[in-house]
């Protein structure tokens, strides 16, 4: 595949696993990007067929969710289909490409962030402690996970699980924070450099990360889109650093990429 032949010489590996394997966010997005410009000048018939599709106000577009309760999955919605293009990324052996009706799929959205934890634990294999490293970043941000290979980063990314905090007034996250046990020291120490060499306010801000979370529910900040833009650009700041990549562009099929 195509996308593999350009990502694999700069992604050779994730977390200590070699590449395609937890590289299914990179693969997605480079295969969507490749189907939104053949969309939008299409050259074929099946293109053409997805222009007037989408054209008509046809579904077509980036998901992301728990699937078959046992990973988070990034995958593509054509329509009434679901199109796994990143499907050997958890076990290389199976197909690259997995296509089902999206009743069948067994994706489903984060219930909570409970539900996050849950998933990620057994997906990842990771321990998930509270964010006391970047804490002005808390409200959306509240945990961090540290990998079995020391690699750690904070969560949860999805746009999905934000909008659900910024619906439910950060309730979720002051809770949650109030559930994790403190970060030991020497298992975030890669957080801490971030930290100090970064620019960033947000990324620098000490204090209490449940503190901070009450003090931006009393402004009411979850219904500030410029601030949670701002949040979203300084984690994927620190992302930027632990997956090896430039912070991923979002693409939408009805407007250019």
């Known amino acids: 595949m195509q996308a593999d032949e350009e990502l694999a010489p700069r992604l050779p590996s994730f977390a200590g696993k070699l590449y395609p394997l937890g590289r299914c966010l990179e693969i997605r ?12 000048q299409p050259d074929s018939a099946a293109t053409r067929a ?32 679901y ?13 690259k490409i997995e296509i089902l009706p999206m009743e069948s799929a067994g994706m489903v959205p984060v219930a909570s962030l409970a539900h996050f934890a849950t998933i990620a634990r057994r997906y990842w294999g990771v321990e998930i402690y509270r ?9 959306y941000y509240p945990m961090i996970c ?3 290979t020391g690699a750690a980063w904070i969560e949860p990314g999805s746009g999905q699980v934000t909008t659900l905090i910024r619906r439910q007034r950060m309730m979720p996250a002051l809770r949650f924070l109030s559930a994790l ?3 030991p020291d020497d298992r975030v120490r890669a957080l801490y450099q971030i930290k100090s060499t970064s620019t960033d306010a947000l990324i620098r801000a000490e204090g209490d990360p449940v503190a ?11 219904r500030d889109p410029a601030y949670l833009a701002a949040c979203r650009a300084s984690r994927d700041a620190i992302i930027a650093h632990f997956r090896g990549s430039e912070p991923t562009k979002p693409w939408n099929l009805d407007g250019p990429p």
């Open 131 to 139: 964010n006391t490293v970047f804490p002005a970043l808390a409200p």
């Open 83 to 95: 199109v796994d293009v990143a499907n050997d990324t958890v076990t290389v052996t199976k197909p």
């Open 212 to 222: 901070m979370v009450e003090q931006a529910r009393a402004q009411g900040r979850y």
């Open 181 to 183: 046990a403190l970060p």
């Open 146 to 148: 540290v990998s079995e």
């Open 50 to 81: 997805l222009h007037g599709f989408i054209a008509e106000g046809g579904v077509g577009g980036k998901i992301w969710g728990v699937l078959r309760e046992s990973y988070f999955q990034n995958a593509i919605q054509l329509g009434p289909l």
């Open 29 to 40: 997005d480079a295969v969507f990007a490749a189907l939104v410009a053949r969309i939008q």
